[in-house]
């Protein structure tokens, strides 16, 4: 079985022949060809570059593994998913909450008299 770009999917047919059916031409047309990913990315996904522990995606992949299979980053988004829904209180009254409760002490310290 040839490659062939008439064929729909040229990917689809590479994947589906063995190595040694596959026959390199001299040249190839690329005017109809287009840059990019041949996966499309899932819709509201975004690519980011970002450092984390190797410990902590070492645990990740472990978990993956142990139940035997899917996808760490996934997995990864989904925990930090629940963070944000069980810490859902905004920066804002964090810090008013943490001035107000500074106060009080400075308060309470100076009634006592230390």
Known sequence: MKASSTSGSLVGTWLLMNDNEFEM???YDMSQAKR???VPPAPKKNRITIRIDTELLDW???QVDRVGGGNYQTMINDALRDYIQHHKEPLENTLYM???LRRVIREELQVVGL
């Open 25 to 27: 031409k001299d040249e």
């Open 36 to 38: 990019g990913p041949i």
């Open 60 to 62: 990740f992949r472990e």
């Open 98 to 100: 943490e001035t107000t």
